[in-house]
């Protein structure tokens, strides 16, 4: 989704701002801009639809020089992709300029009144309403007045006054044509971290551009606004004046990750999984006492087994995650799961028992609808916990406990390593929630044994690559698939379903094996593969006569099974074998194969893998 830099200091920025927004590429976007002040010339900006390649042409034929600017890649909310939509907007007639994500829920009326006022709009968006209302506090400003004499003051106070009219979440970073040497950006749900380097400052939107120039940074909080010069930095409280920013070292997992070889992330981090799984697992196992530990949940194993259910929510993958963890929480604990979009949760005020204990599963801490959904349930009172991959993301922050995957940054928007590290979590945490409870010791360590075995098997199933790569190729042009598995492999099916939808544009179904009498049967034909996960589990029986139901109306079969599974190779027209695992860690070797099949079939039909159309790594609006 959106991503903002910005920077101010002795060099040209946009040597920076270029490489940044590249940084801020897999994020998912749809135009790109940069904007840059050299005085006596105000602020000239270069923006337009398509890549960053692009972008960096146009700055190539005609230069935008100037040690200080921002730069900003939009995915499209209010208006259209197009030039004149892409960020920075002006403000008045080129007095200020404006990177923006977020969503300004209020903008039709601002823009009404500005309108009245005089302002002339050039975008259809939101953020343009921002750069006018910052406009129109400036003309306020006394023209005699020395700002910088007074720590720019004034200039703060402008700011302010346009922001607290604004409704809605934003992440902003400002140019001002009269103020030449300064920088603004300011928070309210839209994180923005500034980098603090030897003569200059950076804002980025996530760390990623950051490495490589700075490993100071001062995390910008909501409601707070910054104000930077080459050499100074001072934070305010939009409502609550000066602000101590505390200035912290960037984790050195931040991002900055190198595609090492590999053709994309994708590729890349599907191989990193074993690893993943591994550092998920770091530290967290206990062989003595049969169970795992975490560090971070801030509660005592007295108050986790008051927890009578355990609410899960998330969103895309990570709310598949959930549900392969509601899976294992209820079989080895016994405990009650609920699992929920967390865009659902947010407003649907749902009755929950005074014991409840809510777990937002998110890769990056910044989806907006499970932050929101946890600052909600946060709010009534209950406990909440994040699993997270970002380390000091909002989500990691905001929850009063939590577990850090240590998965490493996922730059594919497609998630893979995310996902089975998730998984490795949420099956920790069964084991730990059923030691707690009716878990057994031998049970316990049988299951902490399996733990140990899982990324070996991981890594045993990354072998099936080239196997499903010839099967991708032979399905590659088939327009529907139905993906199917029960119990544990159901959000399997969930997940390799929406792997294929997300990078190939291939409509895909997931659905729980039998279920799919009730409906999506009726898609079966000759031209429909179904894609079977069948473990060596309770239901293999039942699976296999699904499949048999597929076959006997024509549609062609590709099975997932364990290793020595030979009955499947009389029915099934596709095979391929993964290492056979306890069942409530199945869906993490099994899913390997349908990452291939997902990235392989997106090859074929010559999809962008790492930046698909229309969708966004973090999704920072509702
Ligand atoms: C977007 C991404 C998905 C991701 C989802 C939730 O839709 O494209 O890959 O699963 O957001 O993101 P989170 O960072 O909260 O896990």
């Given at each position: 989704?959106?991503?903002?830099?910005?920077?101010?200091?002795?060099?040209?920025?946009?040597?920076?701002?270029?490489?940044?927004?590249?940084?801020?590429?897999?994020?998912?976007?749809?135009?790109?801009?940069?904007?840059?002040?050299?005085?006596?010339?105000?602020?000239?900006?270069?923006?337009?639809?398509?890549?960053?390649?692009?972008?960096?042409?146009?700055?190539?034929?005609?230069?935008?020089?100037?040690?200080?600017?921002?730069?900003?890649?939009?995915?499209?909310?209010?208006?259209?992709?197009?030039?004149?939509?892409?960020?920075?907007?002006?403000?008045?007639?080129?007095?200020?300029?404006?990177?923006?994500?977020?969503?300004?829920?209020?903008?039709?009326?601002?823009?009404?009144?500005?309108?009245?006022?005089?302002?002339?709009?050039?975008?259809?968006?939101?953020?343009?309403?921002?750069?006018?209302?910052?406009?129109?506090?400036?003309?306020?400003?006394?023209?005699?007045?020395?700002?910088a004499a007074v720590d720019y003051q004034p200039l703060f106070r402008a700011v302010q006054l346009a922001l607290r009219q604004?409704?809605?979440?934003?992440?902003?970073?400002?140019?001002?044509?009269?103020?030449?040497?300064?920088?603004?950006?300011?928070?309210?749900?839209?994180?923005?971290?500034?980098?603090?380097?030897?003569?200059?400052?950076?804002?980025?939107?996530?760390?990623?551009?950051?490495?490589?120039?700075?490993?100071?940074?001062?995390?910008?909080?909501?409601?707070?606004?910054?104000?930077?010069?080459?050499?100074?930095?001072?934070?305010?409280?939009?409502?609550?004046?000066?602000?101590?920013?505390?200035?912290?070292?960037?984790?050195?997992?931040?991002?900055?990750?190198?595609?090492?070889?590999?053709?994309?992330?994708?590729?890349?981090?599907?191989?990193?999984?074993?690893?993943?799984?591994?550092?998920?697992?770091?530290?967290?196992?206990?062989?003595?006492?049969?169970?795992?530990?975490?560090?971070?949940?801030?509660?005592?194993?007295?108050?986790?087994?008051?927890?009578?259910?355990?609410?899960?929510?998330?969103?895309?993958?990570?709310?598949?995650?959930?549900?392969?963890?509601?899976?294992?929480?209820?079989?080895?604990?016994?405990?009650?799961?609920?699992?929920?979009?967390?865009?659902?949760?947010?407003?649907?005020?749902?009755?929950?028992?005074?014991?409840?204990?809510?777990?937002?599963?998110?890769?990056?801490?910044?989806?907006?609808?499970?932050?929101?959904?946890?600052?909600?349930?946060?709010?009534?009172?209950?406990?909440?916990?994040?699993?997270?991959?970002?380390?000091?993301?909002?989500?990691?922050?905001?929850?009063?406990?939590?577990?850090?995957?240590?998965?490493?940054?996922?730059?594919?928007?497609?998630?893979?390593?995310?996902?089975?590290?998730?998984?490795?979590?949420?099956?920790?945490?069964?084991?730990?929630?059923?030691?707690?409870?009716?878990?057994?010791?031998?049970?316990?360590?049988?299951?902490?044994?399996?733990?140990?075995?899982?990324?070996?098997?991981?890594?045993?199933?990354?072998?099936?690559?080239?196997?499903?790569?010839?099967?991708?190729?032979?399905?590659?042009?088939?327009?529907?698939?139905?993906?199917?598995?029960?119990?544990?492999?159901?959000?399997?099916?969930?997940?390799?379903?929406?792997?294929?939808?997300?990078?190939?544009?291939?409509?895909?179904?997931?659905?729980?094996?039998?279920?799919?009498?009730?409906g999506p049967i009726a898609l079966v034909d000759e031209n429909t593969p179904s894609v079977f996960l069948i473990a060596r589990?309770?239901?293999?029986?039942?699976?296999?006569?699904?499949?048999?139901?597929?076959?006997?109306?024509?549609?062609?079969?590709?099975?997932?099974?364990?290793?020595?599974?030979?009955?499947?190779?009389?029915?099934?027209?596709?095979?391929?074998?993964?290492?056979?695992?306890?069942?409530?860690?199945?869906?993490?070797?099994?899913?390997?194969?349908?990452?291939?099949?997902?990235?392989?079939?997106?090859?074929?039909?010559?999809?962008?893998?790492?930046?698909?159309?229309?969708?966004?790594?973090?999704?920072?609006?509702?």
């Amino acid at each position: 989704m959106c991503g903002i830099v910005g920077y101010v200091g002795g060099r040209e920025a946009t040597e920076f701002l270029v490489q940044g927004l590249r940084r801020l590429e897999y994020r998912g976007y749809d135009s790109a801009g940069v904007a840059t002040i050299a005085p006596p010339r105000g602020i000239q900006v270069t923006k337009s639809t398509g890549r960053i390649e692009h972008l960096d042409r146009l700055l190539a034929a005609t230069p935008s020089p100037g040690s200080i600017g921002i730069g900003h890649t939009r995915w499209a909310t209010h208006g259209p992709a197009t030039d004149e939509n892409a960020h920075p907007h002006y403000g008045g007639e080129g007095a200020v300029a404006v990177a923006h994500n977020g969503v300004i829920e209020n903008y039709q009326s601002l823009k009404d009144r500005l309108i009245a006022e005089g302002y002339r709009f050039r975008s259809q968006t939101d953020t343009e309403v921002v750069a006018h209302l910052i406009d129109s506090q400036l003309k306020r400003l006394d023209p005699a007045a020395d700002i910088a004499a007074v720590d720019y003051q004034p200039l703060f106070r402008a700011v302010q006054l346009a922001l607290r009219q604004l409704q809605g979440t934003y992440g902003l970073a400002i140019l001002f044509r009269d103020y030449p040497t300064v920088l603004v950006a300011a928070r309210l749900g839209s994180p923005l971290i500034v980098g603090v380097g030897q003569g200059e400052h950076y804002v980025a939107s996530d760390a990623s551009p950051l490495v490589g120039q700075t490993d100071r940074i001062v995390r910008i909080m909501d409601n707070e606004v910054a104000l930077m010069t080459a050499d100074k930095l001072r934070v305010v409280h939009r409502d609550q004046g000066p602000v101590r920013h505390l200035v912290s070292v960037l984790d050195a997992d931040s991002g900055g990750a190198e595609l090492g070889g590999f053709a994309h992330y994708m590729l890349k981090e599907i191989f990193e999984q074993p690893e993943a799984i591994r550092n998920a697992m770091r530290g967290r196992l206990d062989m003595d006492a049969a169970t795992t530990r975490f560090g971070g949940l801030n509660l005592s194993p007295q108050q986790l087994r008051q927890a009578k259910r355990l609410i899960l929510t998330g969103c895309g993958t990570s709310w598949h995650a959930g549900l392969v963890g509601k899976y294992q929480i209820e079989a080895l604990a016994r405990v009650p799961v609920e699992v929920e979009y967390a865009s659902e949760l947010r407003y649907s005020n749902p009755p929950l028992a005074g014991n409840s204990l809510l777990f937002a599963i998110t890769q990056s801490g910044e989806t907006a609808d499970t932050l929101a959904a946890l600052r909600e349930i946060k709010r009534k009172g209950y406990p909440t916990m994040a699993i997270c991959n970002v380390v000091g993301s909002t989500i990691a922050q905001e929850a009063d406990g939590g577990i850090y995957l240590h998965a490493g940054p996922e730059i594919g928007v497609a998630s893979t390593k995310a996902f089975t590290s998730q998984c490795t979590v949420l099956a920790m945490l069964a084991i730990y929630f059923g030691r707690l409870h009716h878990l057994g010791y031998d049970a316990g360590l049988r299951a902490v044994e399996e733990l140990q075995e899982l990324p070996g098997k991981v890594g045993r199933a990354l072998e099936t690559g080239e196997a499903v790569k010839r099967i991708a190729e032979k399905y590659a042009q088939a327009n529907n698939f139905l993906y199917l598995g029960r119990q544990f492999n159901f959000p399997a099916a969930l997940e390799g379903a929406l792997k294929l939808k997300e990078i190939s544009y291939v409509h895909a179904e997931g659905y729980p094996a039998a279920e799919m009498k009730h409906g999506p049967i009726a898609l079966v034909d000759e031209n429909t593969p179904s894609v079977f996960l069948i473990a060596r589990d309770s239901v293999y029986d039942k699976v296999m006569a699904n499949v048999q139901e597929i076959k006997a109306r024509g549609g062609p079969v590709i099975a997932v099974v364990c290793e020595g599974d030979r009955r499947i190779r009389s029915v099934a027209d596709d095979v391929i074998e993964v290492p056979a695992t306890a069942d409530f860690l199945q869906p993490i070797v099994s899913i390997v194969p349908l990452q291939f099949l997902a990235y392989y079939i997106a090859l074929a039909r010559g999809c962008d893998v790492d930046k698909p159309r229309n969708l966004a790594k973090s999704v920072t609006v509702e």
